[in-house]
């Protein structure tokens, strides 16, 4: 197993030392194991090699790792047929037109994750008197009656 990872660690700088985005976006495919469609695989090599372009500096391993999981396309048709195989309430599908040609990446950013945040959040502590009057239970059923229909739905 460490010979594999420093085979593949070598193969990836010796490419990157090459110029070639190709033969690193192989290598960590190969290492992913990742099933395609030719159209995904297209999307995603040239996503990757797009964003490995506009780096300023070489990067490492670990960062070429990250830029190609962050570069993965969103919707993918090998996740939809998991999806589709262990559920039949409904039917994933890629044609999700806003999605098209996202990346991974793009999606995170949507949802509002930190992808680069340095700052961190402060912390609220709440004196335990607030914390008190906390009830044994809460039906948000009874307690917005005008909402129930659609609360009710929630599982």
Not at 53 to 60: G, Y
Request: aromatic share 8%; glycine share 4%; charged share 30%.
């Amino acid at each position: 197993m460490l010979c594999t990872v420093i085979t593949l660690l070598f193969a990836m700088a010796t490419a990157l030392a090459d110029g070639s985005s190709r033969s690193t976006f192989d290598s960590l495919r190969a290492q992913n194991k990742l099933a395609y469609t030719p159209e995904e695989e297209l999307q995603h090599f040239n996503r990757f090699e797009e964003e490995l372009q506009a780096r300023p500096v070489p990067l490492s391993s670990d960062e070429l790792a990250e830029l190609y999981e962050e570069t993965k396309p969103a919707i993918m048709q090998s996740l939809v047929d998991e999806v589709n195989s262990k559920q039949n309430l409904w039917t994933a599908s890629t044609e999700q037109g806003r999605f098209y040609g996202s990346s991974l990446g793009d999606a995170k950013k949507l949802c509002g994750t930190f992808l680069n945040g340095t700052e961190e959040l402060e912390e609220k502590v709440y004196p335990p008197e607030e914390l008190v009057d906390i009830p044994d239970s809460f039906d948000a059923r009874d307690a917005f009656k005008e909402c129930k229909d659609v609360i009710g739905h929630v599982r």
